[in-house]
């Protein structure tokens, strides 16, 4: 009977469907140990492409997984179809790592499709946050919903993200990533749960995707270079960030960032930089390009004094240098009257701002709207409103 079962259910040998490892997918046994199997059998394969396939119309209960390479061949696909989803709450990671739960580690030229679903059940993580519960036994860190660590030629496309605890996707030292038509959801009240974070990454091209969350929709970090993010739907949410960076009062290497044809809606901040004054090195050649603002706070942003509780960072005679960033083609509406700050530091000063064709009116009757210039040096071009402070 076994076997008629897996001829039932196993396409071709080139497939590897987590069914066939004992996975029944009805989303309450813990079928951890099936997806490592399908895992383990997909990345030995011989086979010129191997797939892992996670099929429609399933629910899988995954505990902290990692699906480590490198694998034998240079063309893997994952198709998750299905659904999966994390334990319930923090007491299930007593034994695990609670920055982890889905992490694909040293995989090249691996493709994720299927429309699937991934979903970190995260209420449990956010009511315990110091974010938003300062109480004793309140906690900073909750798992990453989907962690690529060192993948080189990552692809991934038609995939739906949910209630992470906190970031729902984060790419760690990769290079060649391509996201496409992903759907990343969560509340704009939880907190920390940053869409798409970028760290020590190059080559990295995000488009056609639609993020609400509570924090970051695209949050760009440390050593990252040739990032183009594009297609955005981003709100609620705080925007699409290159930073905070410079945390430790390391050096800081980010270039060649473009970000354009994003619609920003209700967000707490549009297009932001943000460096801390302990921070070295630079952030150089940036494009943020044909935005449109409905609603925003902070619609552009630059914040060399970035700091995570208010008034408790001393001001340094360092700094990161920020240098050629065009802000361009962008209109729509800000809720604050500093529609446009540029907050840098005297002892870095921001150089080569410029300013071309900025539209912002105030989101409310009555309101008026403003820039900002704190250490900016640039020039404007086209016709900005508000007038630009330079």
């Known amino acids: 009977m076994s076997s008629m079962c897996y001829a039932s259910i196993r396409i071709n040998a080139d497939e590897f469907n987590v069914l066939d490892f004992g996975a029944a997918g009805d989303g309450n046994a813990d079928y951890s140990m099936a997806f490592i199997k399908g895992w383990n ?86 009511d315990i946050s110091c974010k938003i519960n300062k109480k004793e036994g309140c906690i900073k860190l909750a798992p990453t919903e989907l962690k690529f660590d060192r993948c080189n030629n990552l692809r991934m496309n038609n995939m739906n993200f949910i209630n992470s605890p906190q970031t729902h996707v984060t790419v760690m030292g990769c290079n060649g990533v391509e996201f496409g038509f992903l759907s990343i959801q969560a509340p704009g009240t939880s907190p920390n749960t940053d869409g798409i974070h970028i760290q020590a990454s190059s080559n990295v091209y995000i488009h056609n995707a639609h993020i609400s969350d509570g924090d970051d929709c695209i949050s760009i970090g440390d050593n990252t270079s040739n990032i183009n993010i594009t297609q955005v739907d981003c709100g609620p949410g705080h925007g699409v960030s290159i930073g905070s960076l410079g945390k430790d009062g390391g050096e800081v290497h980010v270039e060649n960032i473009t970000v354009s044809n994003i619609n920003f809606k209700g967000t707490t901040n549009g297009a932001r930089i943000k460096t801390w004054q302990v921070g070295k090195g630079t952030v150089k050649h940036i494009v943020f390009s044909k935005l449109n603002f409905t609603d925003v ?94």
Request: glycine share 8%; aromatic share 6%; with cysteine.
């Open 41 to 126: 059998n997909t990345c030995s394969a011989t086979a010129k492409s191997p797939t892992m396939v996670i099929p429609k119309g399933k629910t899988f209960l995954v505990r902290p997984i990692t699906f480590a390479g490198p694998c034998k061949s240079s063309d893997i696909t994952i198709m998750l179809s299905g659904s999966i989803i994390a334990p319930n709450g923090p007491n299930e990671w007593k034994e695990h790592d609670k920055s982890k739960w889905f992490e694909i580690q040293g995989v090249d030229s691996l493709q994720i499709d299927g429309s699937g679903t991934i979903d970190g059940r995260g209420k449990p993580w956010w």
């Open 297 to 390: 706070e902070n619609p552009i942003i630059i914040d060399q004094h970035y700091c995570d509780v208010a008034d408790s960072c001393k001001e340094t005679d360092t700094g990161v240098y920020i240098d050629d960033v065009l802000y361009a083609q962008s209109f729509g509406t800000s809720k604050t009257e500093v529609a446009i700050n540029l907050n840098c530091s005297s002892s870095s000063p921001c150089t080569n701002i410029i300013v071309d064709t900025i539209q912002l009116k105030p989101a409310n009757p009555g309101q008026r709207v403003i820039s900002s210039c704190n250490n900016a040096n640039g020039q404007s071009k086209g016709t900005d409103q508000p007038k630009c402070c330079f």
